[in-house]
C-alpha cells in the first residue's frame, strides 16, 4: 500500500489543524495504521494509531485528548484531528500502516508502509 500525508501547515497555538492519509493499493481498514510525529533533532514518536478489525484507537499520553484518528473506509483515508495545538506540537507527521502488527505492538514505529510526512508549525 501507498501512503501519502497532507494537510500540515503554520497555525497559532490554540488552533487546530486535520491531518489526512490517503492510501492507494490496498484496503486500508484492513491495515494497522498510525501517526508518528519527528520534531527538530529529536527521534520519530508515536502519536496514536487505529487497530484493523474494529478500529480500537490507541494515544500517547502527551496527546490525548487534544488528537483523534478516525478513519473512512469508503475513502481509503485515515485522518488526524489536532486541536489546542501547542508549539511543542511542531513537527513532521508521518502516517504509517502495518497488515500484521497486533495491538499491543501499535506504538513500536516498525510499521511496514510509511507516507512522506507533512509538517505542522505552530507559532506561540
Known amino acids: 500500500v501507498q501512503l501519502q500525508a497532507s494537510g500540515g501547515g503554520l497555525v497559532q497555538a490554540g488552533g487546530s489543524l486535520r491531518l489526512s492519509c490517503a492510501a492507494s493499493?490496498?484496503?486500508?481498514?484492513?491495515?494497522?495504521r498510525a501517526w508518528f510525529r519527528q520534531a527538530p533533532g529529536k527521534e520519530r514518536e508515536f502519536v496514536g494509531a487505529i487497530h484493523r478489525n474494529g478500529g480500537s484507537t490507541l494515544y500517547a499520553d502527551s496527546v490525548k485528548g487534544r488528537f483523534a484518528i478516525s478513519g473512512d473506509n469508503a475513502k481509503n483515508m485515515m485522518y488526524l484531528q489536532i486541536n489546542s495545538l501547542k508549539p511543542e506540537d511542531t513537527a513532521v507527521y508521518y502516517c504509517?500502516?502495518?497488515?500484521?502488527?497486533?495491538?499491543?505492538?501499535?506504538?513500536?514505529?516498525?510499521?511496514?508502509?510509511w507516507g512522506q510526512g507533512t509538517l505542522v508549525t505552530v507559532s506561540s
Open positions: 493499493g490496498g484496503t486500508f481498514s484492513r491495515y494497522a
Open positions: 504509517a500502516a502495518d497488515r500484521s502488527k497486533i495491538y499491543s505492538s501499535l506504538t513500536h514505529p516498525d510499521y511496514s508502509y
